[in-house]
């Protein structure tokens, strides 16, 4: 596959065949991933990959705490307003969600709903977790977006599947707890990973982008 088509045929996968992929196949998708550039090749990432029962009592784990109301802190604060630009995205992105998949969310419950999948890393055979020491810079922060965005092409190059996930991260401190990350790190992202299911309704989504021309101004 060439870089292009990597890159515009990449999409977020929320269905997984039950397979597991293979750690000489995850462990270079990573070795791929470590490519991506950042300030000074500080290379401010670190990764955990967690499959099998780990995976699924850190699901169980994080359950328990959504059910029980424990209010969410992740180590990145989520957004609590967006400028009316990126809103209406947002908007438009959540409308065709639930034509495509029926699942609203802007719904609470369906927000719950959600946030369960998530923590499953949406029946992924594994799970990715990024994170970084906690006093760098927000430098870094881009670094690691965009070693993210590198592992994901990375692995739809090798036929493999991912969804970048905020949701995931949302416990952090008891996420590093229970994987054994220190407390001194910045968890910044989940991932899930393994062999899409395009047959799944999930998967039938395509975003859009708006047009080039409200992005881009020239300069001359
Ligand atoms: C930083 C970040 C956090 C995200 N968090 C979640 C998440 O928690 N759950 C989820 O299902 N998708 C999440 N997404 C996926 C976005 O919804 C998705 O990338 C966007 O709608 C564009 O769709 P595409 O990835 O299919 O191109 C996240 C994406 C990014 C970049």
Redesign the pocket.
């Known amino acids: 596959m060439d870089a292009i088509t990597c890159i515009e045929t ?3 996968i ?1 269905q997984f065949k039950p397979d597991p992929v293979d750690r000489d196949l995850l462990a270079g998708v990573i070795a791929t991933a470590r490519r991506a550039p950042s300030y000074k090749n500080s290379q401010p990432w670190e990764v955990m990959i967690v499959s099998g029962e780990k995976k699924e009592a850190l699901a169980g784990h994080l359950i328990k705490l959504l059910e029980s109301g424990r209010e969410p802190c992740p180590d990145l604060e989520a957004p609590q307003s967006w400028p009316p630009a990126e809103q209406a995205r947002i908007d438009a ?1 959540f409308r065709k ?1 639930k034509e495509a998949t029926g699942i609203d969310l802007a719904a609470p419950e369906m927000i719950l709903k ?1 946030k369960k ?2 923590f499953r890393f ?1 029946n992924a055979p594994h799970g990715i977790f990024l994170y970084q020491d906690a006093s760098l810079s927000q430098w870094s922060l881009f670094d690691l ?1 965009i070693f ?1 965005q590198t592992l994901m092409l990375a692995a739809h190059a090798r036929g493999l599947g991912t ?6 991260v949302d416990y952090a401190a008891e996420t590093k707890r229970f994987l054994g990350i220190p407390e001194s790190k910045r968890l910044v ?2 991932m899930a990973i393994g062999y899409p299911d395009m047959d799944a309704p999930a998967n039938s ?3 859009d982008r708006v047009p080039v021309d409200e992005i881009l101004t020239w300069a001359e």
């Open positions: 990449r999409m977020s929320r992105l969600r959600a999948a998530n949406y977006g993210a969804v970048p996930q905020a949701f995931a992202l989940g989504l395509r975003t």
